[in-house]
């Protein structure tokens, strides 16, 4: 039979093309190096970088295919206009690195600004011209550089002062506790919220800096700054604000005793509970110079928190997207609740005209009770609600400041007259990671699932990975952390976040090496579950492993080790037997806990080795490779029963750890996959009994045997135990447990942790693999698995090297695929031959497989091979639109 009609391949051609262009214009990404690639530690020109040493990033692109990057020179200057390198030329470097490249000019100073630009030479020695400009500025990296004490006595503070003369450039560094809003000349600096990022506070602060060049004038200036509770529960302002004028002058404003201090219309305020703003108490012009402050009184010294300072190198929390009600019901008079279609994390801002002192009540909810009303049930004791006492002088705006709740669903009371869809909107507000992947395929469901673990995920980055938004909890249990890394890795830009995070669980470790379930560590215990410890050395390897991070190996080799050698030092034969709190949690099948607790004990030696391996520590990688044989061996004895060929109680999760890890030897392998089958496929009908550990492995290891098919029945069940199931439910962010619950326990309805699945969407449905051995992109392994029904699937993701897109379409006898693989990438795409006859493979028109031979030619392709059951195409980098036809 003929191949299928060509119309219909060109039209799906057509729509890959679109969709990719589609893409690429999006991202603004033009010129030989996107000018939003120019990064430094992972941030695009950020202020406040407390390193020594940076690195920078670029993405070179190139309009040929099998291109690569040979040599680099970086200019970076103080000077705006970046000509000359006078803080560092590097020269012509020859080298293919254009990710963590260090820093080697002059040493940097305190309060600095650097401009930077770079070109590149590709493989055949052409230059490309100089990218545009990016900046990055120091933070204060002494802590002598600090002139000002910690402040307080009151929630608003002011200061004014001369500036005499023009202002050339000002950085403001405000490390305001809990949470701070620091106001200039009337106006609010920057578009952070929440600020500072939480902390283990006696051990670090993180302080914020601000370019307000703009914000200030010659002669009288004031600043004013707003603090709330947050999560260290007190207030407390350390600011510096450096001003450099024409003519080379610097000054400094700093907090002291002549700052003033009044408690000002934030009259309560709680992360849990809400925020009460009673505008009457409102003083207009406070954060403007002339202001009269009679009845301030001066600001008290406080004592700040007792950890060092650090610059916040992340991401700042802002309001992301806003959210127009869907409806607004009246389920009693004057009870008016808002539905805004999703649950997210964040408030509400509110609009309404009305008498002075009326008082509108804002409660928060993921749930309705039957007869319309908000259910809070599930938020425990957090209160959720925030009051707005009106001021009475026209329309006011509003919404809070030092508060977030997790909702869907907003209760209006107390609102004067009847409110309209205009009076509530919804504000979505989590850490500022942008957006890095995308993945879409044929099978709503999936859609469907995409969505909820992409809401769940974002709105649970409040500057840690939270288990929840909602409840009295919130907090950064590591268990969840862990489970969803790879997952956030794909969909988002997390290295700078993850690099902080890191730093804090680093920040709990004691010195008999144990670390904490939560980190900063209010709840849970120390030590950790291993499962929620393991986050320590899985995060770090992930930074590794998709991003190419070695600093943070070389940085984290010594507290990892310690981790591990407690670990060691709580083992009995070899396993951690008595050693676990929550194991496989909230698992429909219990799976003891010890196994658990073993398997990682294991995989974080297995790190430790790997991690010594990349360091060039060879003898400690094979003490540790040695180590993590024997408690292979351990694990196999303890826990395999040759009777049943199951591991531990042969619950899906026992036997999906052995085999995920190969803790199986070869001749156990095979039952131990027969019985997770049959526990599946059959015992089950194709629905998961796991928790959240469980999960995580499991869909990874039926692709590796060979069964995607399974997985995706999996995947895209709907009914209980399922991701579906949810979705059916009602879901828009995943859910903390299987079960549809709405009570007073634990059962939040946004709790990101079986959201591991994302990842499995973009290695085994859209394609997209790291190479076993080579990090972060360099090498891929395109190998989308095309099961059942399933007829197009495609993800994209913007790596640290560059965008690796794997879009496919099949047909009945013929195949479309998209690929496009970074500069200085090399990728394998493997399609399969569909048991097809007469197989033809070609690239834009130009045939690469014919009469079972590789034809060469097409550009960029670099050779196909036939395996029994697939072509692999190897290639340079590019963009390919591969068609396969066969009878
Ligand atoms: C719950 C948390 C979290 C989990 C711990 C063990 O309180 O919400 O998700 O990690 O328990």
């Given at each position: 039979m003929p191949f299928a009609i060509p119309v219909k391949a060109l039209i799906v051609i057509g729509l890959l093309t679109f969709c990719f262009s589609l893409t690429r214009a999006a991202a603004g990404e033009e010129g030989p190096i996107a000018p939003a690639a120019l990064r430094c530690e992972y941030l695009i020109n950020p202020l406040g970088i407390d390193v020594q040493l940076p690195r920078l990033f670029w993405i070179p692109r190139h309009p040929g295919r099998g291109q690569a990057q040979t040599a680099y020179q970086v200019i970076v200057s103080t000077v705006p206009s970046c000509e000359k390198g006078d803080a560092w030329d590097s020269g012509k470097v020859p080298s293919a690195a254009f990710t963590h490249v260090v820093y080697k000019g002059k040493s940097l100073a305190s309060d600095g600004r650097y401009y930077w630009k770079v070109r590149y030479w590709d493989k055949d020695g052409q230059e490309s011209p100089y990218s545009a400009v990016a900046s990055f500025g120091t933070g204060l990296l002494t802590k002598g550089d600090w002139q000002g004490s910690w402040i307080g006595g009151a929630n608003q503070l002011r200061k004014e002062f001369d500036v005499p003369g023009s202002v050339v450039r000002a950085t403001a560094y405000v490390c305001g506790l809990g949470y701070h809003e620091l106001r200039i000349n009337g106006r609010k600096a920057g578009s952070n919220v929440l600020d500072p990022g939480w902390t283990t506070y006696d051990t670090r602060a993180l302080y914020v800096a601000h370019d307000v060049t703009s914000m200030l004038k010659a002669g009288a200036n004031a600043v004013g700054v707003m603090l709330g509770d947050g999560w260290f529960k007190g207030k407390a302002l350390l600011f510096q604000l450096n001003i450099e004028l024409a003519g080379g002058k610097t000054m400094s404003v700093v907090s002291d005793a002549t700052w003033k201090a009044m408690s000002g219309p934030v009259v309560e305020d709680s992360v849990y509970n809400g925020e009460t703003y009673d505008a009457r108490l409102e003083m207009p012009g406070w954060d403007e110079p002339g202001f009269a402050d009679k009845g301030w009184t001066k600001a008290a010294a406080v004592a700040g928190p007792r950890g060092v300072l650090s610059a916040q190198m992340m991401p700042p929390i802002r309001v992301m997207d806003t959210l127009v009600p869907l409806k607004m019901t009246t389920p009693r008079p004057d009870v008016y609740v808002f539905d805004m279609g999703q649950n997210a994390s964040g408030w509400a801002r509110l609009r309404v005209t009305g008498a002075r002192g009326a008082a509108v009540k804002l409660r928060f909810a993921e749930l309705l009770y039957s007869d319309g009303m908000i259910n809070q049930e599930n938020l425990r004791s957090a209160r959720a609600q925030d009051v707005y006492i009106l001021k009475g002088e026209g329309e006011e705006a509003w919404e809070p400041r030092f508060t977030y709740h997790g909702f869907r669903y907003v209760e209006v009371t107390g609102f004067p007259g009847v409110p309209t869809a205009d009076s509530i909107r919804g504000r979505v507000v989590h850490s500022s990671v942008r957006q890095a992947g995308s993945f879409a395929a044929s099978k709503p469901v999936l859609n469907g699932i995409q969505r909820i673990v992409t809401w769940g995920q974002k709105t649970n980055l409040h500057s840690i990975p939270t288990d929840c938004n909602q409840r009295d909890e919130r907090m950064g249990w590591m268990g969840d952390a862990q489970g969803t890394a790879e997952e956030a890795l794909m969909n988002f830009d997390m290295a700078a976040f993850y690099t902080n995070f890191i730093r804090d669980i680093r920040d709990v470790q004691d010195a008999a090496g144990t670390i904490t379930d939560t980190v900063p560590h209010i709840w849970g215990s120390r030590p950790a579950d291993p499962a929620w410890g393991t986050a320590y050395p899985l995060l770090c390897w992930y930074m590794y492993r998709y991003c190419g991070d070695t600093r943070i190996l070389e940085e984290q080799y010594p507290g990892l080790k310690k981790y591990v050698e407690f670990l060691r030092s709580k083992a009995?034969?070899?396993?951690?037997?008595?050693?676990?709190?929550?194991?496989?949690?909230?698992?429909?099948?219990?799976?003891?806990?010890?196994?658990?607790?073993?398997?990682?004990?294991?995989?974080?030696?297995?790190?430790?080795?790997?991690?010594?391996?990349?360091?060039?520590?060879?003898?400690?990688?094979?003490?540790?490779?040695?180590?993590?044989?024997?408690?292979?061996?351990?694990?196999?004895?303890?826990?395999?029963?040759?009777?049943?060929?199951?591991?531990?109680?042969?619950?899906?999760?026992?036997?999906?750890?052995?085999?995920?890890?190969?803790?199986?030897?070869?001749?156990?392998?095979?039952?131990?996959?027969?019985?997770?089958?049959?526990?599946?496929?059959y015992k089950n009908a194709s629905h998961l009994t796991t928790g959240i550990i469980g999960t995580k492995y499991i869909m990874e290891v039926l692709t590796r045997f060979g069964n995607s098919d399974l997985?995706?029945?999996?995947?895209?069940?709907?009914?209980?135990?399922?991701?579906?199931?949810?979705?059916?439910?009602?879901?828009?962010?995943?859910?903390?447990?299987?079960?549809?619950?709405?009570?007073?326990?634990?059962?939040?309805?946004?709790?990101?942790?079986?959201?591991?699945?994302?990842?499995?969407?973009?290695?085994?449905l859209a394609g997209i693999n790291l190479d076993p051995q080579v990090a972060a992109f360099e090498k891929i392994r395109l190998e989308?698995?095309?099961?059942?029904?399933?007829?197009?699937?495609?993800?994209?993701?913007?790596?640290?090297?560059?965008?690796?897109?794997?879009?496919?379409?099949?047909?009945?006898?013929?195949?479309?695929?998209?690929?496009?693989?970074?500069?200085?990438?090399?990728?394998?795409?493997?399609?399969?031959?569909?048991?097809?006859?007469?197989?033809?493979?070609?690239?834009?028109?130009?045939?690469?497989?014919?009469?079972?031979?590789?034809?060469?030619?097409?550009?960029?392709?670099?050779?196909?091979?036939?395996t029994a059951s697939a072509l692999v195409i190897k290639a340079g980098s590019g963009r390919y639109v591969f068609e396969l036809r066969g009878e």
């Amino acid at each position: 039979m003929p191949f299928a009609i060509p119309v219909k391949a060109l039209i799906v051609i057509g729509l890959l093309t679109f969709c990719f262009s589609l893409t690429r214009a999006a991202a603004g990404e033009e010129g030989p190096i996107a000018p939003a690639a120019l990064r430094c530690e992972y941030l695009i020109n950020p202020l406040g970088i407390d390193v020594q040493l940076p690195r920078l990033f670029w993405i070179p692109r190139h309009p040929g295919r099998g291109q690569a990057q040979t040599a680099y020179q970086v200019i970076v200057s103080t000077v705006p206009s970046c000509e000359k390198g006078d803080a560092w030329d590097s020269g012509k470097v020859p080298s293919a690195a254009f990710t963590h490249v260090v820093y080697k000019g002059k040493s940097l100073a305190s309060d600095g600004r650097y401009y930077w630009k770079v070109r590149y030479w590709d493989k055949d020695g052409q230059e490309s011209p100089y990218s545009a400009v990016a900046s990055f500025g120091t933070g204060l990296l002494t802590k002598g550089d600090w002139q000002g004490s910690w402040i307080g006595g009151a929630n608003q503070l002011r200061k004014e002062f001369d500036v005499p003369g023009s202002v050339v450039r000002a950085t403001a560094y405000v490390c305001g506790l809990g949470y701070h809003e620091l106001r200039i000349n009337g106006r609010k600096a920057g578009s952070n919220v929440l600020d500072p990022g939480w902390t283990t506070y006696d051990t670090r602060a993180l302080y914020v800096a601000h370019d307000v060049t703009s914000m200030l004038k010659a002669g009288a200036n004031a600043v004013g700054v707003m603090l709330g509770d947050g999560w260290f529960k007190g207030k407390a302002l350390l600011f510096q604000l450096n001003i450099e004028l024409a003519g080379g002058k610097t000054m400094s404003v700093v907090s002291d005793a002549t700052w003033k201090a009044m408690s000002g219309p934030v009259v309560e305020d709680s992360v849990y509970n809400g925020e009460t703003y009673d505008a009457r108490l409102e003083m207009p012009g406070w954060d403007e110079p002339g202001f009269a402050d009679k009845g301030w009184t001066k600001a008290a010294a406080v004592a700040g928190p007792r950890g060092v300072l650090s610059a916040q190198m992340m991401p700042p929390i802002r309001v992301m997207d806003t959210l127009v009600p869907l409806k607004m019901t009246t389920p009693r008079p004057d009870v008016y609740v808002f539905d805004m279609g999703q649950n997210a994390s964040g408030w509400a801002r509110l609009r309404v005209t009305g008498a002075r002192g009326a008082a509108v009540k804002l409660r928060f909810a993921e749930l309705l009770y039957s007869d319309g009303m908000i259910n809070q049930e599930n938020l425990r004791s957090a209160r959720a609600q925030d009051v707005y006492i009106l001021k009475g002088e026209g329309e006011e705006a509003w919404e809070p400041r030092f508060t977030y709740h997790g909702f869907r669903y907003v209760e209006v009371t107390g609102f004067p007259g009847v409110p309209t869809a205009d009076s509530i909107r919804g504000r979505v507000v989590h850490s500022s990671v942008r957006q890095a992947g995308s993945f879409a395929a044929s099978k709503p469901v999936l859609n469907g699932i995409q969505r909820i673990v992409t809401w769940g995920q974002k709105t649970n980055l409040h500057s840690i990975p939270t288990d929840c938004n909602q409840r009295d909890e919130r907090m950064g249990w590591m268990g969840d952390a862990q489970g969803t890394a790879e997952e956030a890795l794909m969909n988002f830009d997390m290295a700078a976040f993850y690099t902080n995070f890191i730093r804090d669980i680093r920040d709990v470790q004691d010195a008999a090496g144990t670390i904490t379930d939560t980190v900063p560590h209010i709840w849970g215990s120390r030590p950790a579950d291993p499962a929620w410890g393991t986050a320590y050395p899985l995060l770090c390897w992930y930074m590794y492993r998709y991003c190419g991070d070695t600093r943070i190996l070389e940085e984290q080799y010594p507290g990892l080790k310690k981790y591990v050698e407690f670990l060691r030092s709580k083992a009995e034969n070899g396993l951690l037997l008595k050693y676990s709190y929550y194991g496989d949690w909230v698992a429909v099948d219990k799976t003891p806990g010890a196994i658990v607790s073993s398997f990682y004990y294991y995989y974080d030696v297995k790190i430790l080795s790997d991690i010594a391996q990349v360091l060039g520590n060879a003898a400690e990688a094979k003490a540790y490779a040695k180590l993590a044989e024997d408690i292979k061996a351990a694990f196999h004895k303890e826990y395999f029963d040759p009777k049943t060929g199951n591991y531990a109680n042969g619950s899906q999760t026992a036997n999906a750890l052995a085999l995920f890890l190969e803790l199986a030897p070869d001749d156990a392998r095979g039952a131990a996959w027969g019985n997770l089958f049959d526990n599946l496929a059959y015992k089950n009908a194709s629905h998961l009994t796991t928790g959240i550990i469980g999960t995580k492995y499991i869909m990874e290891v039926l692709t590796r045997f060979g069964n995607s098919d399974l997985a995706y029945d999996v995947a895209t069940q709907t009914t209980y135990p399922s991701w579906g199931y949810m979705i059916e439910n009602g879901a828009t962010t995943l859910w903390e447990l299987w079960q549809r619950r709405e009570g007073p326990s634990m059962n939040s309805h946004n709790h990101p942790m079986f959201g591991s699945v994302g990842v499995w969407f973009y290695k085994a449905l859209a394609g997209i693999n790291l190479d076993p051995q080579v990090a972060a992109f360099e090498k891929i392994r395109l190998e989308p698995q095309m099961v059942r029904d399933l007829m197009f699937a495609s993800g994209a993701v913007d790596t640290i090297r560059g965008r690796v897109v794997s879009a496919w379409r099949r047909e009945d006898r013929s195949l479309a695929m998209e690929a496009v693989v970074p500069v200085g990438s090399e990728a394998e795409i493997v399609l399969p031959k569909f048991n097809l006859r007469n197989i033809v493979l070609s690239e834009g028109g130009k045939v690469v497989w014919a009469d079972k031979k590789y034809v060469s030619g097409a550009e960029g392709v670099r050779g196909v091979e036939e395996t029994a059951s697939a072509l692999v195409i190897k290639a340079g980098s590019g963009r390919y639109v591969f068609e396969l036809r066969g009878e």
